[in-house]
């Protein structure tokens, strides 16, 4: 199996890789992205590193490259409330339990922040699947529907 270790994002140099990774062809399924989406994957892991309580975290392959990336940030009231970014992992890296510890780092993160609640969006088409099905197995719950999202 695979080795991989997982980083706090910290310089402008591993936002611009996670940028790479994130804009690369093995990081979504769904790649029919919106121009907004277009910009938060350009934009979001650099901006991360000039905000308070917006956070990224991003796997490495023995080799350096970066495999999968994951932020969070504190909604815009700034009371302790949290949501989620985007949560990728290699096309050639999934079903290795990588999602599964970055989640894992995040909520212990927010745990020791005193985050108050966390949202995550997700869709419901068929590449989704499975990032739903991990985040029901760690506990979260459905709080509500978008229907015709997209």
Known sequence: ?????????????????????????????????????????????????????????????KKGEIIAAHGVYENEQKTGGYEGDYLVVHKNYRNMGIASKMIDLMLEHLRINKARYLLVGTCDTDAYRAIRHLLEKKGFKQAGHYPHYY
Request: no cysteine; charged share 30%; aromatic share 18%.
């Open 1 to 61: 199996m695979e080795e991989y270790m997982i980083y706090m994002l910290e310089t402008d140099y591993d936002a611009k890789r996670i940028t790479d990774f994130l804009l690369s062809e093995y990081s979504f399924d769904d790649r029919n992205h919106t121009p907004g989406e277009i910009m938060q994957l350009k934009n979001n892991a650099i901006k991360s590193l000039g905000e308070n309580n917006y956070f990224y975290w991003y796997a490495e392959n």
